[in-house]
């Protein structure tokens, strides 16, 4: 689905890079990396259920360091107390 996404969206708009990453940890590391290189994300999106990480534990710390990115959470998988976290 990461793969798919991915693709779609470098279709889509190809005038934005698209980065991914395969967990919570990762994504983060990546965004450090990037945010040296002087680039903040606008749209961050993440699955529910990750390794190492939840995409609410993700998405939380995403909201502190950047808190003008838009923020997207799928699941295939409804948890009422992740997805209030979520909100």
């Given amino acids: 689905v990461l793969?798919?996404?991915?693709?779609?969206l470098s279709v889509k708009i190809?005038?934005?890079?698209?980065?991914?990453a395969g967990d919570?940890?990762?994504?983060?590391?990546l965004m450090e990396e990037l945010e040296l290189?002087?680039?903040?994300?606008?749209?961050?999106?993440?699955?529910?259920?990750?390794?190492?990480?939840?995409?609410?534990?993700?998405?939380?710390?995403?909201?502190?360091?950047y808190p003008h990115a838009k923020t997207i959470l799928l699941t295939g998988r409804a948890q009422v107390e992740s997805l209030t976290k979520a909100i």
């Avoid at 793969?3 to 779609?8: D, G, N, P, T, W």
């Avoid at 290189?37 to 360091?65: C, F, K, N």
């Fill in 14 to 20: 190809p005038e934005t890079p698209v980065y991914s």
């Fill in 37 to 65: 290189q002087g680039w903040y994300p606008s749209v961050v999106i993440s699955d529910l259920m990750m390794p190492e990480m939840t995409g609410d534990a993700l998405l939380t710390w995403v909201h502190g360091r």
């Fill in 3 to 8: 793969e798919i996404l991915s693709k779609i």
């Fill in 24 to 29: 919570g940890s990762k994504a983060i590391t």
